[in-house]
């Protein structure tokens, strides 16, 4: 069985129930049932079936004309058969037609399946992340705009400064930021906090904040005691 006999369309509504199993099952961590039938309500979703639903993957158009490719789910059964990479091919054709400039998508180091597939399709590597749990408190701190060249996240996207977002980039969360930078002597990384359970940084645009110096109340350990990722990029 290859992916030539799966076919490939747009995501409706009626299709939440067969995406939420495939997520449940997929062993990822599973923000999808959390966020709900919302998931479906924003961006694209590209659904792989035969004739049963076996994968999907979520394309969103950043304020910067790049896409963001996320949730590359595909069936625990029916894997190695080539369906992530029919997925990731029509992705790339759709953005293309958008006449996106490009596309990013974020993988956690240990997923190397997913890593393997953005290489072999051309992406490469944009930013090195660290990633934990909690955060700490950026209520009294000055947020400044970052220059054209900075990413930005918007919640888990990450896109470059455009004029357009002028004044929504320093929008924070009361007390909880999501992305600091983070010197090691390793270098320079961006660091992402994880909200904490019972509190919501949906629809908040976070940028990266220099501390100096960094707060007491940083969770200060080994960088190998961090997750990490990386933000992929492919350009047109």
Known sequence: MTSDIFTVRDATEKDWDQISRLSAISGYEDYINEMGIRFLQEGTILIAE??????????????????????IRVHPDFRRLGIGHRLMAEALSRTKQLKAKGCRLMIEDSNYRSKGLARKNGFVEALDLLLFEGGFDVSGLKCEEPGSDEYISMGWEFCRYVPALKGDVCKYAKSQSSIHHYTTPRGNYQLITEPIIGKTTDNVLYTSIPFQPIPDSFPLKPVEDFRRAQVLEIRF
Request: hydrophobic share 45%; glycine share 4%; aromatic share 18%.
């Open 50 to 71: 035969n004739p049963d639903p076996v994968g999907f993957m979520k394309i969103t158009i950043l304020p910067d004309r790049y896409a963001w490719f996320s949730a």
